[in-house]
């Protein structure tokens, strides 16, 4: 049992429903018991490609090149950071899930968080999440769903306490990586590349496409 976990989530693809749009939306929840291990990944990735002094960019899966990628998801594969993923396949959507795109959104969150607390052992956890709505009333909407996904699907006799925070994504080390990991998943169902989920294997709890 852990003290403490953070639990990241961030996802790939797109809600649209377009002829441009992705086939696929896949969300990713990914916990970390040691708040500074996602932080190191980085700062090890920095200084192996980097020069002392050199300004880094921000690791996102869509703008770092292969080798960035497979360097954090390397780091990744060394911890004992959980992941758990879900997502849809678009086609399968209902129509009135399709014309609430925050509900939607919503459902596939919930279903990556609920199958990671399931694994997770924690007296507390803190949720980050990339700030994505200015809207106080959908933030609060969204965080009270949140917090009844982990009361009814944690780990062990009792809930863990819950923080959640909505945070830049340039300023979290541990978004950073899981918009990484989350490429890595979005370019397995959307391509048929495993080759970059396949680094972190045994880090991922549980991985599936739902209906």
């Known amino acids: 049992m852990h003290g403490h976990v953070d639990v990241y989530l961030d996802e790939s693809g797109d809600l649209g429903f377009s002829s441009a749009s992705s086939r696929h939306f896949v969300v990713v929840a990914l916990a970390s018991p040691e708040p500074k291990e996602l932080t190191r990944i980085l700062r090890r990735v920095r200084r192996r490609l980097y020069s002392f002094g ?6 996102k899966f869509k703008s770092s090149p292969e080798h960035v990628r497979k360097l954090v998801l390397s780091g990744v594969a060394g911890t004992s950071i959980q992941v758990a993923w879900t997502g849809i396949a678009k086609r399968d959507v209902p129509a009135e899930l399709r014309r609430d795109k925050n509900e939607l959104y919503l459902r596939v969150c919930s279903m990556a968080l609920a199958e990671l607390m399931r694994q997770t052992h ?3 956890a803190h949720i980050v999440l990339e700030k994505w709505s200015s809207n106080r009333t959908v933030r609060r909407h969204f ?8 009361s009814g699907h944690h780990c062990g006799y009792f809930a863990p306490s819950i923080t959640i925070s909505h945070l830049d994504s340039a300023n979290s080390a541990g978004i950073q990586i899981a918009d990484i ?4 998943v979005f370019r ?5 590349d495993g080759s970059y989920l396949s680094i972190i294997a045994h880090n991922v ?6 209906r």
Do not use: I
């Open 188 to 192: 397995s169902v959307e391509h048929s």
């Open 54 to 59: 050199t300004r880094t960019p921000e690791f």
């Open 143 to 150: 965080e009270g769903h949140l917090r009844e996904v982990v």
């Open 181 to 184: 990991v989350a490429g890595s």
């Open 205 to 210: 709890v549980h991985g599936e496409l739902c």
């Open 122 to 124: 924690a007296r507390r």
